[in-house]
């Protein structure tokens, strides 16, 4: 697993940042700071989820989905992902397809051109 984003002003983001919705998430990504060594951080409001035990429950599951989609992430950006309320309700095929799906969004979209990347955009399309 990749480091976490631990300060406030590092999950902030710009609105020309690159990012992808899913049903049950929103993810942001932007350059990361620390080159070769992007970060992961994982947000769910009080605003939509009321009880802090939802609220944990929708960062587990995207922490799990993040682990099993990781290769897909790419290491000059750092990762923000903003649980949705239907997050509760997401089965974990269901969720791991949807993360999939918006890494791959953004590493073919936004990912630098890399050797790297190159070779798992390709392995993305096979």
Avoid: Q
Wanted: glycine share 2%; hydrophobic share 40%; aromatic share 10%.
């Amino acid at each position: 697993m990749r480091d976490t984003i631990k300060k406030h002003s590092d999950f902030l983001m710009s609105p020309d940042d690159p990012s992808a919705r899913s049903e049950f998430f929103i993810v942001r990504a932007k350059k990361t700071a620390f080159p070769g060594n992007a970060r992961v951080g994982f947000t769910a409001t009080k605003h939509t989820f009321k009880l802090a035990t939802d609220r944990n429950r929708a960062k587990r599951l995207m922490r799990d989905w993040v682990r099993f989609c990781e290769d897909l992430m790419v290491p000059e950006f750092d990762y923000v992902f903003i649980a949705r309320a239907p997050i509760l309700t997401a089965t974990r095929d269901m969720g791991r397809d949807a993360m999939a799906r918006a890494l791959k969004h953004i590493l073919k979209k936004y990912a630098p051109k890399t050797p790297t990347n190159l070779a798992k955009i390709v392995k993305c399309a096979a």
